[in-house]
């Protein structure tokens, strides 16, 4: 079995998953930039708290690696998770916002739809906290597809039937019974 095939088995029937955030930070002069560039996952990733490990540093800016996140899936929310793997780019979103220093850390992960929507909100958030939108990763993808599989149902339409008009059918009925 190679290596995907062991973490997607592993990962099978879990509704938590450890991740991780890549953050890109900028520094120009006195201002600060900073923004998520991706998300990685796996068990190596998990941590009580969130703490961050810089990765690598150089003259066009740093980038950090904040462990201790978790995409949680639940049942109810099938559907949203079915519409982001359908999308042309399946997103896992990431919760920031700006500490007092400038910094943009990470809050939570998140790959529900409706969820990031939520928290995005102005009345549940304040000014300082973004939602931003990464690729998810394809181990992340093939966990979240599995999950899918065992508890989205779509929901049954409830179309009206249309009722015929009666004119019409008799108009139909006498054109079938016309001479030709």
């Keep these: ?42 068990g190596r990733f998990a941590a009580a708290e969130p703490s961050r490990t810089l990765m690598r540093e150089g003259p066009d800016g740093r980038q950090w690696l904040w462990q201790g996140f978790r995409l949680r899936l639940r049942p109810q929310d099938a559907g949203d998770y079915a519409l982001n793997l359908g999308s042309d780019r ?11 220093d400038g910094e943009l850390r990470p809050l939570s992960t998140t790959v529900s739809l409706a969820e990031a929507q939520d928290l995005d909100a102005p009345e549940l958030r304040d000014h300082s ?39 019409y059918d008799d108009v139909e009925q006498r054109a079938d019974r016309a001479p030709r």
């Design 1 to 42: 079995m190679n290596q995907n095939a062991e973490s997607a088995a592993t990962l099978d029937g879990r509704r938590e998953l450890p991740v991780a955030v890549v953050m890109a930070e900028v520094i120009r002069g006195e201002t600060r930039g900073g923004w998520p560039v991706g998300v990685v996952a796996g």
């Design 90 to 100: 399946p997103t896992v979103f990431v919760v920031c916002k700006r500490v007092a």
């Design 129 to 167: 906290e973004q939602v931003y939108r990464v690729a998810m990763p394809g181990e992340v993808y093939h966990w979240v597809e599995h999950f899918v599989l065992d508890h989205y149902q779509p929901r049954r339409r409830k179309g009206k039937r249309r009722r015929r008009n009666a004119e």
